[in-house]
């Protein structure tokens, strides 16, 4: 079956965001949802995720479901604001307790967030089906970005989340905590098994030079143009083109932020009794050293 998809750009995080609906039954599920976040002033705002709820009530659409690709480093959920707005269940994959487990630990947040994934209404374990209306859907873990990357696969439409890019953007990064280049060329194998018509939809595009957005893939285009998958690339050449190109990566402007809010499952940290709430930022812990003595 082809659900319907209307796609929301990001642009501040190159994100996508999509609204997936069944036409007959009117029942839909918002993928990914941007909250808006200033670091430079530490203000969140509302105005992307707004959108796409104006959009599901100008179609008049029940939200059923609420689905996290993982628990993203470059952009803070706006999936608390969405649910609030219109209900439906928030889910992620089960995965979402070992990320949980290893920033828990990052951000000293021992006794503040549960590594158990409580802060979800729903945690989907590796080939899990599910609805959207009258639509079958099933989950594929695909960890390799993260431990608890997931591929949702709704009618003829796979949502590969990091796990893939437009073929001229390649794949995602594996040097975050729990990355592993291995697990992530097996997980793409996964997907390019997928039936040849699948349609695929990136979780972000970054436009490389310059280009125009765009967000739909087949499995055909990314065997043929993607960089680091075309000629059936071998593990070991993924593994060692991957590597050499996270080497020269910095870290994602929203990481630290981010991921603090993510595994709260968008939720923002508790206000203090000031009235005002705090993220905390580990010194010297994440990303490359800057070098020099102290």
Same mark, same amino acid.
């Given at each position: ?33 941007? $909250?808006?976040?200033?670091?430079? /002033? ?11 709820? #104006? ?34 269940? +928030? ?21 503040? @967030?549960? #590594? ?6 729903? $945690? ?62 097996? /997980? ?60 020269? +990566? ?10 603090? @809010? ?27 050293? $800057?070098?020099?003595?102290?």
């Amino acid at each position: 079956m082809r659900p319907e998809i209307k796609a929301f750009f990001h642009k501040p995080t190159w994100t996508m965001t999509y609204v997936i609906a069944d036409p007959a039954t009117k029942r839909a599920a918002v993928i990914d949802p941007a $909250l808006d976040y200033d670091p430079a /002033s530490g203000r969140t705002g509302t105005q992307a995720v707004d959108e796409v709820i #104006a959009w599901l009530r100008a179609q008049q659409l029940t939200l059923d479901w609420i689905l996290e690709t993982h628990a993203h480093a470059d952009h803070l959920s706006g999936a608390q604001r969405l649910k609030r707005a219109l209900g439906g269940k +928030l889910a992620i994959g089960e995965g979402i307790r070992s990320v949980q487990r290893t920033f828990v630990e990052v951000f000293g947040l021992q006794g503040e @967030v549960a #590594a158990d994934g409580s802060q979800f209404d729903h $945690l989907f374990r590796d080939g899990e089906g599910f609805k959207v209306g009258g639509i079958e859907a099933r989950v594929l873990h695909t960890p390799g970005h993260t431990d608890d990357s997931l591929t949702y696969v709704i009618g003829d439409a796979a949502f590969v989340g990091d796990t893939m890019f437009m073929p001229d953007g390649g794949t995602a990064r594996c040097d975050f905590p729990g990355g592993d280049a291995r697990k992530l060329y097996r /997980s793409i194998q996964r997907i390019l098994a997928l039936p040849a018509e699948t349609r695929l939809f990136m979780c972000h595009d970054y436009q490389p030079g310059g280009r125009e957005l765009r967000y739909e893939s087949t499995i055909a285009a990314q065997r043929a143009e993607n960089g680091y998958l075309k000629g059936d690339a071998s593990e070991e050449q993924f593994v060692t083109m991957r590597l050499a190109r996270d080497a020269t +990566l910095g870290m994602p402007t929203l990481i630290l932020p981010a991921i603090q @809010v993510n595994i709260r499952a968008g939720h923002l940290p508790a206000k203090g009794g000031n009235g005002i709430a705090y993220l905390k930022i580990p010194l010297d812990h994440v990303g490359k050293p $800057l070098g020099g003595g102290k």
